[in-house]
């Protein structure tokens, strides 16, 4: 098999320099990579934030040509500027947001923008734009607005712009990054069709080892270097050793680790949920019901005060034009004090139209919005004084910071509460420790890491000590262990100050892990909330509204078909290790 791409003791250092033109840092990123891809393959890149990744893939396209060492794509230097365009002509590039990436204002525009830059005859831009928009399955949509799209349809549309192009290689750096689990599912399906349909090789940066589990070879970097390039079950076998560079595993084969811990014959190179449950039906049981505890919720809960509360809350956008569109539809929804809520939909569901209502960011059309106690629309009641009660954090809250230091930026909401110098600092410092960030504090925060600058607009917010605290997707983007650190200090910050927590994720498996609550949107309308134990039971219903569930519990489910029940509350790898070491022979505790 012919190799598309050559990498050769790849180096690579940012460079900084003066006005003069003189070099004041220099960052060395890349560590004598040498890599090589062969046409066809599809082929994953796992790391945490700041191995190199991203890096590397720029110089797949010469988006970046080296320090030294060399890159060849089908045998052109992607140093030599002369072969620039058929460089890139080969090798297509799709990057995490697709807002980033078009252009136009209709669908089929945007995928022929490029063709048309190549000088391709009109007639065959046609065939080329209605070939790509079927591939992602997007040819209905074709004269729609791309703004018009879900996140997961842009997305589809940005890698259709690729396609027109007629590459042999798409390289993608976390193109499902910020989609929900359908938007996932869409792309992937349309990665793999691209890639073992129509032959392209496919290139993919991702934090999630579900979609690494699907690809035929997968790379592992860290500090600028690969440390481990193996097909995915060798890979994912290494759990341990993944956990040291920051990474995660399948929950499946998390489990199974846990299991052989415990002294179960089972393979280490599982990696999907049916096979998972072939290998533990083929165990020796005890018996094929796992015994559990008393649910706790069947006890009656004591009630707490209500933290905010939605009465018939209708928002639409756009009123009044032929865009007019209902975002939230006569939503009622009490939150209690003290609890750490989960709120889930597909993109375009409502949850962020509805979050920020909380706060008065949006005015409802109709409807009322009650935060301790008032209607936060009265004449009465200064706005400005509910948002220092409601403290709303959004996505890539990063781009949220613009002070000189941390210390000044943590501390511009206490200052603008009017607060004196002493309790400013007070609560830079008590929110900076939240954080972990107190040795950043005279830090600049455009300097830090992203996960560092997430934790000092986290920390900003903090310092004005609200009450409730509403948290968008805090950890998009970020690796498993920046995302881990992240809302692992979020929960020891609810547990230790028992303020009440919102928390808007994609994720089903941090959702399950820190929220107690979960709270569904479905197309305007508050579908369910209630305890997360009983979202999660509602497998089926979720799937059918574009939600998921965590791989476990798809696990636990398909044991339940096979006769083996070890209980419909299996959402972490713990309690089903635990289910399952009681009923397999010899384990019982």
Known sequence: ??????????????????????????????????????????????????????????HFNAILTPTSGKV???????????????????????????????????V???????????????EEIRRRVDDALKQVDMYEFREQSPHQLSGGQKQRVAIAGIIAMQPRCIVMDEPTAMLDPKGRREVMKTVKYLNKEKGITVILITHYMDEAAQADRVVVMDGGKIIMDDVPRKIFSQADALHAVGLDVPQVTELCCMLRKNGVDISPEIIFEQECAEAIAKLPLVTKTAPRAERADQA????????????????????GTPFEKTAVDNVDLAIERGEFVGIIGHTGSGKSTLIQHLNGLIRPTSGEVIVDGVNIWDKKVSIRDI????????????????????????????????????????????????????????????????GQQRRVALAGVLAMEPQVLILD??????????????????????EQSGRTIL????????????????????????????????VFERTDELAKIGLDVPQI?????????????????????????????GIIKGKNK
Do not use: W
């Open 553 to 581: 519990t798809r696990m636990s489910h398909i044991l339940a078909e096979k006769g083996i029940d070890i209980g419909n509350d299996i959402y972490t790898t713990q309690r089903a290790a635990e289910r399952l070491l």
């Open 300 to 319: 009656p809960k004591e009630k707490k005060d209500i933290a905010a509360q939605v009465k018939s809350l209708t928002y639409k956008y756009s009123v």
């Open 1 to 58: 098999m012919n190799n598309i791409i050559e990498v050769e003791n790849l180096c690579f250092d940012y460079v900084a320099h003066d006005d003069d033109g003189s070099v004041t840092e220099r960052t060395e990123v890349l560590k004598n990579v040498s890599l090589s891809v062969p046409e066809g393959q599809f082929l994953a890149v796992l790391g945490h934030n700041g191995c190199g990744k991203s890096t590397l893939a720029k």
């Open 503 to 534: 928390l808007v994720s994609h994720s089903m498996e941090d959702i399950v892990k820190y929220a107690t609550k979960v709270l569904v949107m479905n197309k305007g309308k508050l579908f369910c909330y209630d305890d997360t134990d009983k």
């Open 387 to 450: 948002r220092f009660k409601v403290g709303l954090v959004f996505q890539y809250s990063e781009h949220q910071l613009f002070e000189e230091t941390v210390a000044k930026d943590i501390a511009y909401g206490p200052k603008n509460m009017g607060l004196s110098d002493e309790e400013i600092q007070k609560r830079v410092r008590e929110a900076a420790q939240a954080m972990d960030i107190v040795h950043l504090l005279e830090r600049s925060p455009f300097e830090l890491s992203g």
């Open 108 to 122: 089929e525009e945007d995928v022929a923008f490029a063709p048309e830059n190549l000088g391709v005859p009109p």
């Open 72 to 106: 060849t794509v089908l045998g052109m230097d992607t140093s030599d500027e002369e072969r620039l365009f058929d460089i890139r002509q080969n090798v297509g590039m799709v990057f995490q947001n697709p807002d980033n990436q078009l252009v136009a204002t209709i």
């Open 473 to 494: 997707e805090p950890a998009a983007g970020l690796d498993p262990k920046g995302r881990d650190k992240i809302l692992g200090q979020i929960k020891q910050y609810h």
